[in-house]
């Protein structure tokens, strides 16, 4: 089947703008991760949505940044009031819930986000 | 909080060896630890997932250990081919109980080029 699907691919913004990013899950899915990687940095964790659990927004890094989820498909991530330093690939991944800790991630392609 | 390093940070072979890459983690208390692989403009590959209870996985030319006590893994590959060209990255989950185990740390990655 299909795997995580992200949308846009790339996307350029002036300082100031709002931006939105998409995120299609595998079906069946349960699980919906999204995760940043700055230019030289490692990925960092942004939020997580489980089925139809509280979201763990613990990792957005202000109140610029917010994310839903419509019951168990698409994802939005919306960025307000865009800064330079939140350039980066926004990276969508998908889980199934697995049994002792066998989850594996199923990552999107990413969201390239320039902000000039 | 959980810090992931990973060394080398690059490394370049030619075709045919065999090679280790190596990941430590800060907290051991951990749920389990992936290794992925990623391609420029194709997201991540979940390449082998260990479970805080095992010592290794092996998938193909690809051997994972895990030593949780040490915070230590290492990914091994056999017969390095220029197709295992890629960034590889180390992630561990939190053993924090509930649904933060999908919450993965990642390290910044190492960076291999095989040569024909």
């Known amino acids: 089947g299909a795997g995580v699907s992200q949308s846009p691919s790339n996307k350029v913004t002036e300082k100031g703008k709002d931006v939105e990013l998409r995120c299609d899950p595998i079906?069946?899915?349960?699980?919906l991760y999204w995760y940043r990687q700055r230019l030289g940095q490692g990925l960092e964790f942004l939020i997580y949505f489980q089925g139809n659990s509280a979201p763990d927004k613990s990792g957005l890094p202000s109140d610029r940044f917010s994310a839903e989820r419509t019951g168990e498909s698409v994802s939005t991530l919306t960025i307000q009031r865009t800064q330079q330093e939140d350039s980066a690939v926004y990276l969508c991944a998908s889980s199934a819930r697995r049994w002792q800790g066998r989850e594996t991630q199923y990552f999107g392609p990413g969201t390239r986000l320039l902000v000039l | 909080k959980q810090e992931v390093t990973q060394i080398p940070a690059a490394l370049s072979v030619p075709e045919g060896e065999n090679l280790v890459l190596n990941c430590s983690f800060t907290?051991?208390?951990?749920?389990?630890l992936q290794w992925f692989r990623q391609d420029p403009g194709k997201g991540l590959t979940s390449l082998l997932l260990i479970q805080s209870s095992q010592r290794e996985q092996t998938s193909g030319r690809l051997n994972a250990s895990l030593d949780k006590s040490s915070g230590r893994s290492t990914l091994y590959i056999a017969a390095s081919q220029p197709g295992d060209s890629a960034t590889y990255l180390c992630a561990v989950s939190p053993n924090a109980g509930g649904t933060s185990y999908g919450k993965l740390t990642f390290g910044q990655g190492t960076i291999l080029t095989v040569h024909p």
């Open positions: 079906s069946g899915h349960t699980a």
């Open positions: 907290d051991s208390a951990i749920y389990n």
